[in-house]
């Protein structure tokens, strides 16, 4: 059987923002042992993320 994937879209980099932490990637560890394939995509990449907010 094929895996099921979600795919996240997402405005910051995954373990970045506590409010996305908070919303769904605390769910990632469940999502996957139950047997889905995930993949994050965000607007804003972690080279951004550095330059924005440090």
């Not at 996305?20 to 889905?36: A, C, S, V």
């Amino acid at each position: 059987m094929k895996a099921k994937k979600i795919l996240v879209i997402c405005p910051f980099p995954e373990d970045q923002a506590a409010g996305q932490r908070l919303k769904y990637e605390q769910f990632f560890d469940h999502w996957r042992e139950n047997g889905y394939e995930i993949e994050v995509s965000s607007f804003m990449d972690e080279r951004m993320w550095a330059i924005v907010y440090t």
